[in-house]
């Protein structure tokens, strides 16, 4: 086969949510939610045997719904979880317009990961991959992140998934373990965290960590209120009825910042003193979590106390990871992949 005929994809594989950019131009990402029909009922309404993305999430009724991916890491042990992740990945391949191509084309990937899994279950991946591609090469999630940038050299970045939170420095070459950290503070424990102070306050209001995380979505903040209450709906006793959730909001999302803080100034220290500043200067935030409102600006006003630095915010993230793995996969020399069988 020709080398032309290879078709190239970087896929960012999420733990809320997986993103792929193909060589061909496309751009797809789907909620990483894989379910099947609970029952013959479920099966005669939707049709079919698997179900991925919003319409999972949308179904979850009917469905034995997976989330395959917890605190970054596959859930090892789980057959259906596996299978999850295999689903996820070929409906992205398929709705990325590589169907009916993928027995006559050479398929490389290269698979941004949270800095967890790669660090503890690298080659579990590679199993639970195997068959999918021809060739594959697996990196961290803000590495591919520093990469797809071109922020390679004396820069830090702090992406904010839902699972975890991973810091990786850049010093113009492939980070090691010790160039980056991982956090379990990130989207989900803000959800978990945010979902029991509402029903501290609300003991008979009746809400889903799924409507939880939509508000979370929608108006997350730190830092200073909005001038106007955050107010949303949740029925209590069959009624709907308007819940005022700023205050708690403003809490569980400010209960990362520290973390994300401390581990951001270790992080600097690990660098070469003469080119600490020149990182504390060239710091983004990427990720889901990064759109929370105030929170770079906060990040940065923490930093005075070690010098200063400069905060940039990803204002579109949900393709920055995607988009540096296919960076990556277009540089990348014949040694660095590894071959898979299909």
């Known amino acids: 086969m020709a080398a032309s005929k290879a078709f190239t994809a970087g896929i960012d594989l999420g733990t809320s949510r997986t993103a792929i950019s193909t060589s061909t131009g496309e751009r797809v990402v789907v909620d990483s ?14 049709k079919r045997e698997v179900v ?3 319409e999972a999430l949308d179904n979850r009724t009917m469905l034995d719904l997976r989330r395959p991916l917890e605190r970054g890491l596959i859930k090892e042990g789980s057959e259906k979880d596996v299978q999850a ?3 996820l990945i070929r409906h992205l391949l398929s709705s990325a317009v590589l169907k009916g191509n993928t027995d006559s084309a050479s398929v490389r990937a290269v698979l941004g990961v949270p800095a967890a899994a790669l660090r503890t279950n690298k080659q579990y991946l590679r199993e639970v ?8 090469i697996i990196v961290s999630e803000p590495f591919a992140v520093a990469y797809g940038l071109d922020a390679l050299l004396h820069t830090l970045i702090i ?3 839902a699972g975890t939170t991973d810091f990786c420095v850049m010093k113009g070459r492939y980070p090691t373990d010790e160039d980056q950290r991982t956090l379990t503070v990130a989207g989900d424990s803000i959800d978990t965290h945010l979902e029991q102070l509402i029903r501290q306050k609300y003991p008979d209001a009746d809400f889903t960590v799924f409507m939880v995380r939509e508000w979370k979505e929608k108006f997350a903040f730190v830092g200073d209120r909005p001038k106007d209450p955050i107010v949303v709906t949740a029925p209590i006793r069959g009624v709907p009825t308007p819940l005022d959730i700023t205050a708690e909001l403003q809490t569980a999302c400010e209960a990362i910042v520290a973390p994300i803080v401390e581990t ?9 003193p003469e080119y600490q500043e020149r990182v ?10 990064g ?11 923490a930093l005075e106390k070690i010098g200063g630095g400069v905060v940039t915010v990803v204002k579109e993230p949900e393709f920055v990871g995607s988009d540096g793995c296919l960076a990556i996969a277009n540089d990348a020399p014949d040694a660095d992949w590894e071959k898979l069988g299909r």
């Not at 379910?35 to 005669?44: F, H, I, Q, S, T």
């Not at 504390?280 to 979590?289: A, D, M, N, Q």
């Not at 759109?291 to 006003?301: E, F, T």
Request: glycine content about 14%.
């Open 33 to 46: 939610f894989v379910g099947w029909p609970a029952d013959l009922v479920a099966r005669k309404i939707l």
């Open 264 to 272: 951001t100034f270790d992080l600097i220290a690990s660098v070469a």
């Open 291 to 301: 759109l929370i409102r105030n929170l770079g600006p906060k990040i940065q006003s």
């Open 85 to 87: 992740v295999r689903e």
């Open 129 to 136: 991959l195997d068959g999918l591609f021809d060739k594959l």
């Open 159 to 161: 992406d904010i998934g």
């Open 280 to 289: 504390r200067r060239s710091i983004t935030v990427s990720g889901g979590g």
């Open 52 to 54: 991925v993305g919003r």
